[in-house]
């Protein structure tokens, strides 16, 4: 495994883990929390070299 696939696999470690934390029953709020989780990345930024 390579720094970039640990890196990875990290990220969506942390991201099933910080979407154990809350429920969304509106479905608009939902699509702007899984927008700002998966597209946006506001948690977990690119990793700098």
Known sequence: MNIFDLHASVVADYRDFVRSFFTVADDRARAFVEQTL????RLWPDFLL
Do not use: M
């Not at 998966?38 to 990345?41: I, K, L």
């Open 38 to 41: 998966d597209v946006e990345a």
